[in-house]
């Protein structure tokens, strides 16, 4: 079904009154299908480890018929409306300045079609501005300033991001700070709650055809303006419909160098598996980590964690450090699976 930004305004201003969020149609028309036997895969949505939540709200979502991109940003809203977690839209830990920034990206497999969103300030479900841009503008990618006027303009609800518990855990990171003090080494003890914390989202459906979306409001305390990597298509997220998608959580700035998701899934092209994918994706993250960030046996001093479904539905994870999980939900229902990893922790 395709709508007319005219019609969605009417649509998004009537379910904003009614207190829901704007749901987004999907702008596109399925393909045609081609003549022969139809694709039949196995519906899977996999995703980060707090995403168990919303791999069952995107599974079911998806077999009840469901694009799976839309399914699978429904899933993740779940995070991006909790002010509980702190990685992630409402509540999310703010910049050094103390101000929330969100990123998030999508991509719709069928389509081949893309959106992003970077910096976003007061607008809670980023996920869903990505899939605006995507669905209404000519572009992939709005940041800062213009992605909130964006937002506004479609219908978003405008709200104070900043909790009082993330307010607060960043009055004790700055009061922590000193005169010494310097964005390249951070002390072990301003570290308080410095996560990357992020949520990644991967569906597809019994046809085959793939969504992925990838949420954050990126690294706590970060200087204003960075971004990560999960408004970067081919970093925080990918997909190709005629393989799968990948997704990461963890630090962004050592995953955008080696354009991790894209790399899972072309790994998954070459034959791999999801998890040998995830796992040789993070071997080439190592590779090119730069010294100051290894420890002791060049390991890195840091965390990244990769997911991905092929279209078929199988799925994998992997992590730099043992101990890691992630959420999936299939045929056998929701679950965390023990993740890959390089290096023991
Ligand atoms: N992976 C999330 C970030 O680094 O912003």
């Known amino acids: 079904m395709s709508w007319s930004r005219r019609e969605f305004l009417e649509r998004s201003a009537a379910l904003s009154a009614a207190g829901f969020l704007p749901r987004l149609p999907g702008a596109w028309e399925a393909p045609a299908p081609v003549a ?3 694709f039949r895969g196995r519906p899977c949505v996999v995703s980060s480890s707090n995403g168990i939540r919303g791999v069952q709200v995107a599974y079911d979502r998806m077999v009840a018929g469901e694009d799976p991109l839309d399914a699978a940003i429904a899933g993740v809203n779940i995070q991006e409306l909790d002010p509980d977690d702190q990685s992630v ?3 999310g830990l703010p910049n050094e300045e103390g101000v929330v920034q969100l990123d998030a990206s999508c991509m719709h497999g069928p389509t ?30 709005l ?18 991001l900043l909790t009082d518990k993330s307010r607060q855990d960043w009055m004790r990171w700055k009061s922590r700070l000193n005169p010494n003090d310097a964005w390249l080494d951070h002390s072990e003890d301003i570290r308080i709650k410095f996560t990357t914390g992020t949520i990644n989202m991967n569906a597809v ?29 081919g970093a925080g997220q990918y997909c190709d419909n005629t393989v799968g998608a990948a997704g ?17 899934v072309e790994f998954m ?19 090119m980590t730069e010294a100051r960030l290894l420890g002791p046996g060049g390991r890195p001093r840091f965390d990244l964690e990769f997911y991905a479904v092929t279209k078929a539905g199988d799925f994998g994870g992997a992590t730099l450090y043992s101990g890691g999980r992630f959420a999936v939900c299939d045929e056998r229902g929701a679950r965390l699976e023990a993740a890959a990893s390089l290096f023991r922790r």
């Open 36 to 38: 022969g036997t139809p």
């Open 205 to 233: 459906n019994a046809a085959g055809d793939i969504g992925s979306v990838t949420t954050t409001s990126g690294m706590a305390w970060k200087v204003p303006g960075r971004i990560g990597d999960s408004p970067i298509v």
């Open 112 to 141: 081949r079609r893309a959106g992003a969103v970077a910096c976003l300030e007061g607008i809670a479900t980023p996920s869903l501005v990505a899939k605006a841009v995507m669905d209404y503008t000519d572009h992939v990618m």
């Open 89 to 91: 839209g409402l509540g």
């Open 143 to 160: 940041v800062g300033e213009g992605a909130g006027r964006f937002a506004r303009a479609m219908g978003f609800k405008e709200q104070n």
């Open 269 to 287: 092209r070459q034959g791999a598996p999801p998890q040998q994918a995830c796992l040789k994706a993070l071997e080439r993250v190592v590779a």
């Open 248 to 264: 990461s959580t963890g630090r962004g700035e050592a995953n955008i160098k080696t354009c991790g998701a894209f790399l899972v």
